[in-house]
């Protein structure tokens, strides 16, 4: 789905080129949704810990991830406890092409991306990988997370290190091998790519604008979902861009 960012002035014009049915109802200074037709985000599940970890080091670590939309995975990790700062990009394609007006043609090697810097001595990358497959995103579907098509939205893992990329496959084939999902995994795993830093306007988005259908419906849920299956991990007050630049 192009052009997300244009439809933010018109909320329910965005519910319709989403292909739902809803009602809007203006109260309280907000905007409430009922869904009453089209396709729900994929319910979210509790996947097993991964067997293998990265080792931890003194400082922070650093992945990258990609599992559709930059926002929600910015939102669900900005919330993590232990995530020093999530920031919303590009990676898997070269520099002359990290622009979102670029990347949205779907004719780059982009994903949409998001760079975790954490503390591994409260949060590993290995439960980090856990709850990207648990609430983050749906790792079956090719090219696609929900209403938006195209290998910008692919699910990816970019690992800074060769530890890291053998923690990450082993862990792909270790959910495909339990059948954890009862469906193959598409998540791939590329190495020796480089993070690009996404436009001011892409950070920060999901806490920026809750009330945007598109936020409300698919990333709104994510957040829910972490703080229902790790609400050790969770924490209510998210790690923000805006609050760290400078």
């Known amino acids: 789905m192009k052009n997300r960012e244009k439809t933010r002035s018109s909320p329910l014009g965005r519910i319709a080129r989403l292909g739902l049915v809803a009602l809007a109802v203006i109260g309280g200074g907000g905007l409430a949704l009922k869904l009453t037709g089209g396709s729900a985000p994929e319910e979210a599940r509790h996947v097993p810990p991964a067997l293998h970890d990265v080792a931890a080091t003194s400082g922070t670590q650093s992945l990258v991830l990609a599992g559709g939309c930059f926002w929600g995975v910015q939102g669900a990790f900005q919330h993590v406890a232990g995530v020093v700062s999530a920031t919303a990009g590009y990676a898997g394609g070269s520099a002359a092409t990290a622009t979102y007006e670029i990347t949205e043609t779907g004719q780059t090697d982009h994903a949409e991306a998001v760079e975790i810097v954490f503390n591994p001595k409260q949060i590993t990358y290995g439960q980090l990988l856990q709850i990207f497959f648990s609430v983050v995103h749906d790792p079956t579907q090719v090219d696609q997370q929900g209403p938006d098509v195209g290998k910008q939205y692919r699910s990816a893992i970019f690992p800074l290190s060769d ?84």
């Open 163 to 246: 530890e890291q990329a053998k923690v990450a496959s082993d862990y792909v084939a270790q959910l495909g091998k339990e059948g954890t999902f009862g469906r193959p995994i598409a998540t791939s795993i590329e190495i020796g790519k480089t993070f690009y830093r996404a436009e001011a306007y892409h950070q920060d988005y999901v806490y920026n604008n809750p009330s945007q259908p598109y936020v409300y419906i698919y990333e709104q849920p994510k957040i829910e979902a972490l703080k229902r299956l790790f609400p050790v991990q969770y924490r209510e007050r998210p790690v923000l861009v805006a609050e760290q630049a400078g």
